[in-house]
């Protein structure tokens, strides 16, 4: 968060700067000039000081420049898209911190190249007007920026859970039951804890927990128990890590901050190691990940041993994947199908190393009909969960993907799929004994029905006008090279 006091001291060392720069001078010769130290002056110009009276009078005398023009919050020539930036919400939309940036830094970097800088963020911000990103979708994609960054695994997380696992003599085996968590939330942090029938409140349908300071919450009567389970879970995480800011609903209606998000997805994180033990899954999954063969019904055994929801399992086979057996090097990809538009809407997404394909990106396309998280929905008939594998391998290019798919019925109906994928390279196959299994379905597939070139595709749902669009331009390039004049 960016305040007015930070405002003034960036303002206030840019000036120094751009006044220094102006007379061809270093950090000592000005410094030596006016009786500073050099880390002294330096902290001024990046704006993590301001000096007293005393020490402005001296800079201004040195610079001969007035005193009142030296530390009004104008900027000049072509430091102006700076001062832009530092009145828009650009800086506190942004949360650098979490990336080891400080706004002063960033503000520096601008400095360099103000206008360029300025233009830059212009841009994206016209790019995000145009395919109407939201708030809350730049919000999630800097998370998972810094999930990516931190390979998806948080130690610092994990170790509060095994303290809060102690603290309350929670076995490594024990299954956590809701009654036990509302025990807990009522004992050590006074909540309040009431439902409400969705049925009578149309409009909440879709909504299953409702928070109102300091600590009462009603929960949807309509959610399973594991949803319930998770969601008392999330509220003991926010206590435990004593996270502030918060969405007042699950899931999120409205973003008020980055904040939020962040805290939001700490308290899940939480939650997850929580109600599935690390020790327990790595260990099951050390025995599955050895099978020379593909079994999706032991994957499925090892996801009905905790009282969770289908998508919390996912999410946390994929911490451990990557924090224990060092496959990070993979994509995480939520699906849902809306029955009415038969269309299909990537909800949860996440990428490690690289942005992998396939990914929900495609906003108003149609996603490749060959991917095993949709395929798998049209399986899925009365079961109330099925799981599958595949080889992808794109018709664009060399790229191949492993990818395990769990598709399950949500309560309002809907189909909903989770697919972890993985580059098919020599890292994945010492870890994976079975993606050698020849009965493991080959498929080729590609992003999106229009940017897709395959001939006859049976399971096509829109026209190639991308790829065509692509394939008209080459062909007007590769006439251009042969004119000859």
Not at 144 to 171: C, K, L, P, T, W
Not at 179 to 199: P, V
Not at 227 to 241: D, M, N, P, S, W
Request: hydrophobic share 40%; charged share 25%; net charge neutral.
């Amino acid at each position: 968060m960016v305040s007015n006091s930070d405002k003034v001291r960036i303002i206030f060392g840019l000036k120094i700067r751009q006044l220094r720069l102006e007379k061809a001078l270093s950090l000592a010769e000005v410094a030596v000039k006016v009786g500073f130290s050099v880390s002294y002056l330096n902290e001024i110009e990046k704006g993590k000081k301001y000096p007293k009276s005393d020490k402005i009078m001296a800079l201004a005398s040195f610079f001969q420049i007035d005193y009142d023009e030296l530390v009004s919050l104008k900027l000049v020539n072509d430091l102006e898209p700076i001062a832009d930036i530092l009145n828009s919400t650009v800086l506190n939309d942004l949360p650098l911190e979490m990336f080891g940036i400080e706004a002063s830094d960033f503000v520096d970097l601008m400095s360099k190249s103000p206008t360029k800088i300025s233009a830059f963020i212009n841009t994206l911000k016209e790019i995000s007007r145009s395919y109407d990103i939201q708030n809350e979708e730049f919000f999630e994609a800097v998370l998972r920026s810094y999930q990516e960054m931190n390979e998806n695994y948080f130690e610092d997380i994990e170790g509060v859970v095994e303290n809060f696992r102690v603290a309350h003599s929670i076995g490594k085996t024990q299954i956590i039951e809701k009654d036990f968590l509302k025990k807990i939330l009522f004992e050590n942090y006074n909540y309040s804890i009431s439902g409400f029938e969705s049925n009578q409140y149309p409009k909440l349908t879709d909504i299953d927990l409702i928070w109102k300071e300091p600590s009462k919450i009603a929960i949807n009567n309509q959610l399973p128990e594991e949803e319930i389970t998770f969601l008392l879970a999330k509220e003991i995480g926010y206590q435990v890590l004593g996270l502030k800011g918060r969405p007042n609903s699950n899931p999120i209606v409205k973003v008020v901050s980055f904040e939020a998000i962040f805290n939001n997805f700490k308290a899940a994180y939480f939650a997850r190691a929580l109600l599935i033990n690390k020790d327990i899954l790595v260990g099951r999954l050390t025995y599955f990940l050895a099978s020379p063969k593909w079994d999706s019904d032991a994957f499925l055994a090892i996801m009905s041993l905790f009282n969770t929801p289908p998508y919390v399992f996912i999410d946390r086979v994929t911490n451990l994947l990557s924090g224990h057996f060092g496959l990070n090097n993979l994509f995480l990809l939520g699906m849902k199908h809306d029955s009415i538009s038969n269309k299909f809407h990537a909800v949860n997404e996440m990428h490690l190393r690289q942005l992998h394909s396939p990914h929900g990106y495609a906003r108003k396309e149609h996603y490749c009909r060959r991917w095993l998280g949709l395929s798998i929905m049209t399986d899925l008939d009365a079961k109330p969960f099925i799981c599958d594998s595949q080889i992808s391998e794109f018709s664009d290019s060399n790229r191949k993907y492993f990818v395990i798919s769990v598709a399950y019925y949500l309560r309002s109906g809907e189909k909903r799929s989770d697919t972890i994928g993985f580059v098919l390279d020599s890292k994945l196959k010492s870890v994976l004994n079975f993606v050698g299994d020849g009965s493991i379905k080959k498929r080729v597939v590609n992003q999106t029905c229009e940017r897709c070139g395959m001939k006859d595709c049976k399971e096509r749902a829109a026209e190639p006008i991308v790829y065509n669009l692509k394939m008209e331009k080459l062909s007007v390039l590769e006439a251009v090279s042969k004119l000859k004049f």
